[in-house]
């Protein structure tokens, strides 16, 4: 049995990040002051040799993986010194990482009732050697994450439409990702991720444990992998509703989705045009739409709905899952099912869930969470601001197949009344709005009105 106490610990290290090309993997070393040392491992299967005028690149990639990917082991002592090996890193990526750092723990932060402000400092080294960004040559190729879930089918779908060369790639292996991938007909890669087997028994140990920015890591997974493979676009699917916060505590936001949100989208694209490549684009194709408008375009897809699935606990690490693709108890089951009823009837979206979770007098305090009324909060789920909900059920509750179910007719006589009427309208949140940097000829397709 390990003793691990995280309160004892003072140092957390970047220790190494090397590429073994004989079997095409990535291993990134970390440690604390005391134990062992913590080595996670990525596989790119069937990657070609790396190109030669792709070298710095890849290696000013490769380290800002092993940099970003550490969050996932600092965070089970949180120490307030950090060390990064080699010849460090300059101010430059320094920024991106403790924001990063400060605000993807946010939640995790909140609840293990830590204050990270004023802790998270990576050292700026003088001798650093700043790799300077120029164009190595990639091929136009989009590569497009998916998640199993409806926003990452909309972007294919909409670069399909514009005849764009596409390849899905999913980190990890999830069989039911695999499917819908499958499903789409497109090129697929599946990268491997494997986590130090040391960092769960640190869990059991006692160690700090928590929500963690995902996609953050995701996303520089896929920054080494478009430098190995050849693609020069790295299209996410994360909507305007990201950047919204789950509640504001003491002065500070707390975002789940910090990592989907435009921030980071922001500090993560100018860290590849500063030191990594010029001619590499990184970008949400969904930025300015809103959650109830990426499921008004998932509506249309229905080759997808008999093996997609956003429920979160299809996709835990750990423990058990459910037997079916909706566990129908969850916040992302409450938010899709909610998310698509105004724009599928009722017979279909049953047939997709199984169940009619409208009907659910059982679900009131959770669908309060998703409205964000009777003092419950947004819930630490990727899912659509209130104010998205509450105009999803005021729809639903002028539609005759809705009205009588009982999460409905309880929107209408106990929670409607005390909101703005206007405040209720669901077109406006079908619009497109906001700051983006989707391409011209993507967006024309996606912020089209339906």
């Known amino acids: 049995m390990i003793e691990f106490d995280p309160k004892t610990l003072t140092t957390f290290e970047f220790v190494e990040a090397r590429y073994l090309p004989d079997t095409t993997t990535a291993e990134l070393v970390y440690r604390f002051d005391r134990g062992p040392e913590l080595v996670e491992r990525i596989v790119f299967p069937g990657a070609p040799a790396l190109a030669e005028s792709r070298r710095a690149a890849f290696e000013s990639a490769l380290q800002l993986l092993h940099l970003i990917a550490g969050i996932s082991y600092y965070k089970a002592a949180v120490p307030g010194e950090l060390k990064v090996s080699g010849d460090g890193i300059d101010a430059g990526r320094a920024v991106l990482l403790d924001e990063l750092y400060l605000h993807g723990l946010g939640e995790f932060a909140h609840q293990n009732q830590l204050d990270l402000r004023g802790r998270i400092q990576f050292p700026v080294s003088a001798t650093a050697r700043t790799a300077v960004a120029t164009s190595v040559?990639?091929?136009?190729?989009?590569?497009?994450?998916?998640?199993?879930?409806?926003?990452?089918?909309?972007?294919?779908?909409?670069?399909?439409?514009?005849?764009?060369?596409?390849?899905?790639?999913?980190?990890?292996?999830?069989?039911?990702?695999?499917?819908?991938?499958?499903?789409?007909?497109?090129?697929?890669?599946?990268?491997?991720?494997?986590?130090?087997?040391?960092?769960?028994?640190?869990?059991?140990?006692?160690?700090?444990?928590?929500?963690?920015?995902?996609?953050?890591?995701?996303?520089?997974?896929?920054?080494?992998?478009?430098?190995?493979?050849?693609?020069?676009?790295?299209?996410?699917?994360?909507?305007?509703?990201?950047?919204?916060?789950?509640?504001?505590?003491?002065?500070?936001?707390?975002?789940?989705?910090?990592?989907?949100?435009?921030?980071?989208?922001?500090?993560?694209?100018?860290?590849?045009?500063?030191?990594?490549?010029?001619?590499?684009?990184?970008?949400s194709a969904l930025r300015a739409l809103s959650e109830l408008a990426v499921t008004q375009r998932f509506a249309k897809l229905d080759r997808y709905f008999d093996s997609f699935s956003s429920c979160n606990r299809n996709f835990k690490i750990l423990g058990d899952r459910p037997t079916q693709r909706w566990c129908g108890e969850c916040p992302k089951c409450h938010f899709v099912f909610l998310g698509l009823a105004p724009f599928l009837s009722k017979t279909k979206l049953l047939g997709i869930f199984g169940q009619n979770l409208l009907d659910r007098a059982d679900l009131a305090q959770a669908f309060d969470g998703l409205l964000e009324v009777n003092a419950q909060l947004k819930p630490f789920e990727c899912v659509g601001e209130g104010r998205e909900s509450r105009a999803a059920l005021a729809e639903l509750s002028r539609r005759a197949e809705w009205r009588e179910d009982a999460l409905v007719r309880r929107f209408v006589t106990q929670i409607a009344p005390s909101l703005d009427a206007a405040s209720l309208a669901l077109e406006p949140l079908l619009l497109a709005e906001g700051e983006h940097f989707v391409p011209p000829a993507l967006a024309q397709v996606l912020h089209a009105v339906r």
Request: glycine share 10%; charged share 15%; net charge neutral.
């Open 137 to 283: 040559g990639l091929p136009r190729h989009n590569l497009v994450p998916i998640g199993g879930g409806k926003d990452s089918l909309v972007t294919l779908e909409a670069l399909r439409t514009l005849g764009e060369p596409i390849t899905a790639v999913q980190v990890g292996g999830s069989p039911l990702i695999a499917r819908v991938i499958a499903d789409s007909g497109v090129p697929a890669l599946a990268i491997g991720r494997e986590l130090s087997p040391h960092l769960f028994a640190l869990n059991r140990a006692g160690a700090y444990n928590g929500h963690i920015p995902v996609t953050a890591i995701n996303s520089a997974i896929l920054v080494v992998a478009s430098l190995l493979y050849g693609f020069d676009a790295i299209v996410f699917s994360n909507e305007r509703s990201a950047s919204s916060a789950n509640l504001v505590k003491d002065g500070f936001a707390v975002n789940h989705q910090w990592s989907k949100g435009f921030r980071f989208e922001q500090l993560l694209r100018a860290e590849i045009a500063r030191s990594i490549a010029s001619d590499l684009n990184y970008f």
